[in-house]
């Protein structure tokens, strides 16, 4: 596709439900990142694929957090049992592999957890 | 740890103003800073640096990596109320190619 696409852009979700959110990366980007923001913060990263694999999950705050890429494309970002600091934009970018390679995100997914 | 730090996190300034932005990092085998502008939800691409000294320049954007300073500047000129945003700096590094960012800087341009 032409840029990073985010599904859903808004999400509100009750506390203890699950939630999954879909990133779409550009087209032969084999390098895909996923960050959380919240209000006043800076990006914080969650978990970084190349290809299929996940090459550094060190970023997800427990095992309520999990990302698949099945088929290096497309990923899902799960949230079981949500909590209301979960509340965040969660922000999906990615990139070829290299140094030298441009970082670009999507819109992002904005989750509240009531 | 890791980290970057950025500097002021906020200023306002009234149009015309000319501004620069800091950004400070400790990071593990460094590959690049970047610089992005956030106005609502993605932060949108601004520059790429790689090595020391060299201007990186964009209408009247610009920045410039010094890497025994382990620090990075971004200069707006003639500002306008179109720039005012959040400004993240983020460095790639780390073992697995990380992109670590800053808190940010929120700028915001006044008529």
């Known amino acids: 596709g032409a840029g990073v696409s985010q599904t859903p852009s808004n999400k509100v979700t009750e506390k203890g439900k699950y939630v999954e959110l879909r990133c779409d990366p550009i087209?032969?980007?084999?390098?895909l990142y996923w960050y959380r923001q919240s209000l006043g913060q800076g990006p914080e990263f969650l978990i970084y694929?190349?290809?299929?694999?996940?090459?550094?999950d060190s970023g997800l705050p427990n095992d309520r957090f999990f990302a698949v890429r099945p088929e290096g494309s497309v990923s899902t970002l799960k949230i079981q049992r949500t909590e209301r600091g979960d509340s965040a934009v969660y922000l999906c970018?990615?990139?070829?592999?290299?140094?030298?390679?441009?970082?670009?995100f999507g819109e992002g997914s904005w989750l509240t957890v009531v | 740890e890791d980290k970057v730090v950025q500097s002021p996190l906020s200023l306002v300034v009234h149009e015309g103003d000319t501004v620069t932005l800091n950004c400070s990092y400790e990071?593990?085998?460094?590959?690049?800073l970047l610089w992005y502008k956030q106005e609502k939800k993605a932060p949108t691409f601004l520059f790429m640096l790689?090595?020391?000294?060299i201007e990186k320049k964009s209408g009247r954007l610009s920045s410039i990596l010094d890497k025994k300073e382990l620090s990075s500047i971004l200069n707006i000129t003639a500002t306008q109320t179109g720039d005012s945003a959040i400004y993240l700096c983020?460095?790639?590094?780390?073992?697995?190619?990380?992109?670590?960012f800053g808190t940010g800087t929120l700028l915001a341009v006044q008529p």
């Open positions: 970018a990615s990139s070829l592999i290299g140094t030298g390679n441009t970082i670009y």
């Open positions: 087209s032969g980007h084999t390098a």
């Open positions: 694929f190349q290809g299929t694999g996940a090459a550094d």
């Open positions: 990071v593990t085998n460094f590959r690049s």
């Open positions: 790689t090595s020391s000294g």
């Open positions: 983020a460095v790639l590094g780390g073992a697995t190619n990380k992109l670590i």
